[in-house]
């Protein structure tokens, strides 16, 4: 596999899909640059672009979950910490990435039941 | 001082950013990276860590009995204030 080639494949589809979701590439380019070499190293090894801070298992249902972008997935987690976990994607309105805390979903799920009600994942 | 140790992944940015935190405190940790062990040894992780609740999202640090799940290195800060003040 071409790597590099690979990788502005991604880049190209994952804009268009990301977009009307509200979100965008980080601005950090050097992560975005890491995050879909690693992306496409697991492709190559397992079939599918997996998010590369995220762990797969046996399970097949859970590993579809994790498949970037997995922003529909745990939307509400993602759009409360304003970027994805592994950090490829921020809202459109983040211009420093860096001020952006990875928020665990367990913490998320307590703020939010604080607030009334829960996500399902 | 708090023993520290965590899950991490070969593949993943804030696992290594969260390593040289460490290293740069002059912490001693010990970590596991997940994704270059053997499937039973995966599976044994995965119990683990949902046993604490969450998904399977990295690094998964836990300083003493705290569980810190992400980068978050005003958390680490925090938790290691309190473990050099017991210390004392």
Sequence with gaps: MNVAARKRSLRYFF???VAPLGYKFTPDNDLADYLLEQ?????EAHGSPFCPCQGLTQNHEDNMKIVCPCIPYHREHFDYM???WCGLFVHKDVTDPDSLPQISYEDFRKAKDARGSGEGR | MKKVSMYTL?????CRKTKQY??????PFQYVDYDLQSVQEQEKIEQEMKKRGGALSFPWV???DDLVVGWNPAKYDELLAVSKASAR
Excluded: M, Q, Y
């Excluded at chain 1, 992306?39 to 492709?43: A, C, M, P, T, V």
């Excluded at chain 2, 070969?10 to 804030?14: A, G």
């Design chain 1, 82 to 84: 304003k970027r994805c």
């Design chain 1, 39 to 43: 992306e496409s190293h697991l492709e």
């Design chain 2, 22 to 27: 460490f290293t740069d405190h002059n912490i």
């Design chain 1, 15 to 17: 804009a268009k899909v």
């Design chain 2, 62 to 64: 836990l300083i003493g």
């Design chain 2, 10 to 14: 070969s593949t993943c940015p804030w």
